[in-house]
């Protein structure tokens, strides 16, 4: 089994909200990733988390804050964001973050979000 | 740093032919390649990877890629395409990144199919 599940599927906010994205996985791996996604384009990445502890922040906004409360979850905190934050999020994991087979990662299905 | 160049941005096939979507990379180690598909407003599903051995690669959906080092290429095939197979494919390299590796991946291929 290979899954990465995300919540929600569609997400609509306004530039005042806080809402929070969601991403689980029960395959024993101990990295988790959290990419944006624009229309037409590769996923970026934004936040690398490895055994639970951040090891990558490429440069995001402070309004996005990710969270890792155990080896199974990551969240996405969502605050203040601007229209131009809509996209599709995409979550994945790896068996581990290092160079090697073991890091073959597994995407979910995104959360679309849209900043009003 | 490592790089990956899909040069067909639009590919349109008929259904029942074959299909070659090109990748070239540029890695400076034996590299770690991969193929995913997206299907419009859905995740990245795993289609096949390259770590050694073997250069031919089988994937899942009947897809295959061939690894050949001297032209830093790892091109995706399917002898038969079906209509179902119309979606967005990119390339990926697995190398170095700030704090740990990372995925880089190519702008993508999108695939259409003619019924």
């Known amino acids: 089994d290979t899954e990465v599940t995300q919540t929600p599927k569609h997400l609509v906010m306004g530039m005042t909200n806080k809402k929070s994205l969601k991403c689980e996985q029960h395959?024993?791996?101990?990295?988790m990733y959290w990419y944006k996604q624009k229309a037409k384009k590769p996923p970026e990445l934004m936040f690398v988390?490895?055994?639970?502890?951040?090891?990558i922040n490429e440069s995001v906004p402070s309004r996005f804050s990710p969270e890792c409360p155990n080896s199974s979850l990551l969240n996405l905190h969502l605050h203040a964001l601007q229209p131009e934050d809509s996209a599709l999020y995409l979550c994945?994991?790896?068996?581990?973050?290092?160079?090697?087979?073991?890091?073959?990662?597994?995407f979910g299905p995104g959360t679309r979000l849209t900043v009003l | 740093a490592q790089s990956v160049t899909q040069p067909d941005i639009h590919i349109t096939v008929s259904e029942g032919a074959s299909l070659e979507l090109r990748c070239n990379y540029s890695y400076g180690a034996t590299p770690y390649l991969f193929w995913y598909v997206q299907s419009p407003g859905q995740g990245l599903q795993l289609l096949l990877k390259y770590f050694s051995g073997d250069t031919l690669v089988q994937g899942i959906k009947g897809f295959e890629a061939e690894f050949k080092r001297s032209q830093s290429s790892f091109n995706l095939r399917k002898p038969s395409v079906h209509w179902s197979d119309a979606a967005e494919y990119f390339c990926?390299?697995?190398?170095?990144?700030?704090?740990?590796?990372?995925?880089?991946f190519g702008k993508g291929t999108k695939l259409s199919v003619i019924p």
């Open positions: 994945a994991s790896s068996q581990d973050p290092s160079g090697g087979a073991v890091n073959t990662q597994y």
């Open positions: 988390y490895s055994y639970e502890k951040l090891s």
């Open positions: 990926a390299v697995l190398g170095p990144g700030a704090g740990s590796y990372q995925l880089t």
């Open positions: 395959m024993g791996h101990r990295a």
